[in-house]
């Protein structure tokens, strides 16, 4: 202290100042990313649904809403919306109820369990355009897996690729393939939390198995139903890897799904106006859907 | 724990347990577990054995489980039909570089957040995790039109850069750094450690299980990331082996499934034995905020 005191005022000042240095040297290049990489991006996107660009000329053109009133008047919008919605409805609903069924088979105390949960998580890791070329060959109408199992049950194999009917119970049959894993170790970890008093006193209450599911299970694991909705909404309305491999968004624009329009739109066809104005329809879309989903649903969580 | 399983009658315990191994009962769920087990593994061997197969093998009918002869040069040809080898490179460079940066990012960003004073932490931290509401598909024609004009179309930093901003991983490592026993952090101050000996010597080696769980995630994400070096590279010298794989189908399109069987076969071969080697640490990672929300 008496050492302290006897230094001059003018470092102490700066040595007092030090930390605040180094918060700002610390924090400085990851905010900078993400001002430069995400927020600015975000807002970019939405000025550039206001022109006609090409990704190339150095002009762009101020259209104002007209991008907005073509893309709202357009049939092929409202069918590609339909896809999204199709496409998430699926994936999320078959996700959750299989990645529960599974949760609560491996909450039993069956062996093996643990390598169980190995190989169902296992898919969820690997990189979606394998995965999607892989399955590619499986849905093979003639040669692949699926056409080989069908044989053996008389069904002859349906075209999955070539046919719109088929192509997207074909995407959603692979995507929930891959992330059904993930959905299963998340309700598996909230089963393992569920205090085991409580099924014993639904026990004594003389509650058989269904109830016990119905009035104990399913209530203690609404936090992770939130949690799972929200983010498999989230990642299912984003998917392009599976559905890019797999389709194009075709046959006939059957698979093709927002994100996949913005792709097409900048990238391949060169219409930035039009790309943006989806992108940006896209984002209110799910800002707006996990809003109404904290604002609604999660009152009706229990945070035991 | 201990005391509420000892409280527990004697006999319903035993009885637990007589159900936990009668093995009658569990059949029908052993069944279903199975078939669950065989629905995610079957497509995996599928490809194992697509991939030793001869063209004509794959084109008869009916299937062949089991190949004839395994046909290794699948994999020679895989290698040399499209540059590969330079794809695989290139994955990993940008793997490592990507995952490298991510990690220093987070940890500096957390360390900042919750060791370092700051006016107003928590609105810095709502603007680094408000981050995560930003669907990256809306980012990518204003983050390619930048790239572009900066000249970085075709090379690494142009793939590595714009994914270097970390809003999970600070996540992450801010609920680690939090977690840490505030004794100890204390008495590393009053010893007069500087910020930097205390996050490199005290901090860091604390928190090993979670940077571990970090640097995975994010070693996995970036190894299968496909729609970003998709949109910035368009030549051999730069795309990765998720890019690169799609133009082995391409290339050897519907004629040659085993070949291209092969290449999927090695392109997913490196992140599966991580998982496998590490995948406590990758479920954990991957499935944080769940429960504590």
């Given at each position: 202290m008496a050492h302290a005191a006897t230094r001059p005022r003018a470092p102490r000042e700066i040595q007092r100042l030090i930390p605040y240095a180094l918060f700002i040297l610390f924090i400085a290049p990851n905010i900078a990313l993400l001002v430069l990489f995400t927020y600015r991006p975000l807002v970019e996107s939405v000025r550039l649904s206001f022109y006609d660009w090409d990704l190339i000329s150095p002009q762009k053109t101020w259209v104002g809403f007209e991008n907005y009133t073509d893309y709202f008047s357009d049939p092929t919008s409202r069918y590609i919306i339909r896809n999204t919605l199709v496409f998430t409805a699926a994936t999320v609903g078959a996700t959750m109820a299989i990645g529960l069924g599974l949760a609560l088979l491996l909450n039993l105390q069956l062996r093996a369990r643990n390598l169980a949960r190995t190989v169902l998580f296992a898919p969820y890791v690997l990189g979606g355009a394998a995965i999607g070329i892989i399955w590619l060959f499986i849905f093979d109408p003639r040669f692949g897996l699926v056409s080989a199992l069908l044989d053996r049950l008389g069904i002859p194999s349906p075209?999955?690729?070539?046919?719109?009917?088929?192509?997207?119970?074909?995407?959603?049959?692979?995507?929930?393939?891959?992330?059904?894993?993930?959905?299963?170790?998340?309700?598996?970890?909230?089963?393992?939390?569920?205090?085991?008093?409580?099924?014993?006193?639904?026990?004594?209450?003389?509650?058989?198995?269904?109830?016990?599911?119905?009035?104990?299970?399913?209530?203690?694991?609404?936090?992770?139903?939130?949690?799972?909705?929200?983010?498999?909404?989230?990642?299912?309305?984003?998917?392009?890897?599976?559905?890019?491999?797999?389709?194009?968004?075709?046959?006939?624009?059957?698979?093709?799904?927002?994100?996949?329009?913005?792709?097409?739109?900048?990238?391949?066809?060169?219409?930035?106006?039009?790309?943006?104005?989806?992108?940006?329809?896209?984002?209110?879309?799910?800002?707006?859907?996990?809003l109404l989903q904290v604002r609604f649903l999660e009152r009706r969580v229990n945070y035991g | 724990?201990?005391?509420?399983?000892?409280?527990?009658?004697?006999?319903?315990?035993?009885?637990?347990?007589?159900?936990?191994?009668?093995?009658?009962?569990?059949?029908?769920?052993?069944?279903?577990?199975?078939?669950?087990?065989?629905?995610?593994?079957?497509?995996?061997?599928?490809?194992?054995?697509?991939?030793?197969?001869?063209?004509?093998?794959?084109?008869?009918?009916?299937?062949?489980?089991?190949?004839?002869?395994?046909?290794?040069?699948?994999?020679?040809?895989?290698?040399?039909?499209?540059?590969?080898?330079?794809?695989?490179?290139?994955?990993?460079?940008?793997?490592?570089?990507?995952?490298?940066?991510?990690?220093?990012?987070?940890?500096?960003?957390?360390?900042?957040?919750?060791?370092?004073?700051?006016p107003k932490k928590n609105l810095i931290f709502l603007f680094v995790i408000a981050a995560l509401m930003v669907p990256f598909q809306v980012t990518i024609i204003p983050n390619y039109v930048l790239v572009a004009d900066l000249g970085w179309v075709n090379t690494y930093q142009g793939i590595v850069i714009p994914g270097a901003a970390v809003a999970f991983g600070a996540f992450l490592m801010r609920q680690q750094f939090l977690s840490l026993p505030r004794e100890v952090i204390e008495a590393a101050r009053i010893d007069g450690a500087g910020h930097l000996r205390m996050l490199w010597s005290i901090v860091l080696p604390m928190s090993r299980p979670a940077l571990v769980t970090f640097a995975l995630i994010s070693i996995v994400a970036k190894w299968n990331d496909y729609l970003w070096p998709l949109l910035v590279t368009n030549n051999d010298q730069h795309m990765t082996l998720p890019v690169g794989l799609t133009q082995l189908q391409h290339s050897e399109g519907s004629s040659e499934w085993g070949v291209v069987m092969a290449g999927a076969v090695m392109v997913i071969t490196p992140v599966l034995a991580v998982f496998l080697w590490a995948q406590r640490h990758i479920v954990q990672g991957l499935t944080a905020g769940s429960v504590k929300g």
């Open positions: 075209n999955w690729y070539n046919d719109p009917n088929w192509a997207m119970p074909m995407v959603i049959i692979v995507y929930t393939w891959k992330n059904l894993g993930y959905a299963t170790v998340i309700y598996l970890a909230g089963l393992q939390t569920i205090p085991k008093d409580l099924y014993e006193a639904a026990r004594v209450d003389g509650a058989g198995a269904w109830s016990r599911f119905w009035h104990v299970t399913l209530p203690q694991l609404s936090p992770m139903t939130f949690f799972l909705l929200v983010t498999t909404m989230l990642s299912s309305m984003q998917a392009f890897d599976i559905i890019s491999v797999m389709t194009a968004g075709g046959p006939l624009d059957a698979t093709k799904t927002m994100v996949y329009q913005v792709y097409e739109e900048a990238f391949v066809r060169f219409r930035v106006g039009d790309a943006s104005t989806v992108a940006t329809v896209l984002f209110f879309i799910l800002l707006g859907a996990t | 724990m201990t005391t509420s399983e000892l409280s527990l009658p004697v006999r319903t315990r035993r009885l637990a347990a007589a159900r936990s191994l009668l093995p009658l009962r569990a059949i029908p769920a052993y069944l279903l577990l199975l078939l669950a087990v065989v629905i995610i593994v079957l497509p995996l061997t599928w490809m194992l054995t697509a991939s030793l197969k001869t063209r004509q093998e794959i084109y008869t009918l009916p299937v062949s489980w089991v190949p004839e002869t395994f046909r290794w040069q699948n994999y020679r040809q895989a290698w040399t039909a499209v540059p590969f080898e330079r794809f695989f490179i290139n994955s990993v460079v940008t793997t490592i570089a990507g995952s490298g940066l991510e990690l220093i990012n987070g940890v500096l960003t957390a360390y900042a957040l919750v060791f370092l004073p700051f």
